[in-house]
């Protein structure tokens, strides 16, 4: 079956998202960079766990679950909090 580069899949155009507390919506990409803007900023000795991080994300209106944190956090090529953790 020959496809035509013309033609797109419908899904192409939405990449979903999520909406907030106060009714606004926020995108995947959106949310996605802020969990990283979560980890970039933790404590690099205690990092935040999804749970925390679901929490934090919470605190700002975005209730999304701890298992979507870590969804996020693989597709980012974030690791654990575990391999995260600093010793220095």
């Known amino acids: 079956l020959l496809r035509d580069p013309r033609l797109f899949a419908l899904r192409f155009f939405f990449n979903g998202g999520t909406t907030r507390a106060d009714g606004e919506e926020k995108s995947i990409v959106a ?3 802020k969990v990283k803007d979560i980890i ?6 205690h990092p935040m766990s999804d749970e925390e991080i ?4 919470k605190k700002v209106g975005l209730e999304i679950a701890r298992r979507t944190v ?4 693989k ?14």
């Open 31 to 33: 949310v996605k960079q």
């Open 40 to 45: 970039d900023k933790e404590d690099k000795q």
């Open 54 to 57: 679901a929490g934090a994300l």
């Open 70 to 73: 870590t969804k996020y956090r």
């Open 75 to 88: 597709q980012l090529g974030i690791p654990s909090s575990r391999q995260r953790k600093s010793f220095v």
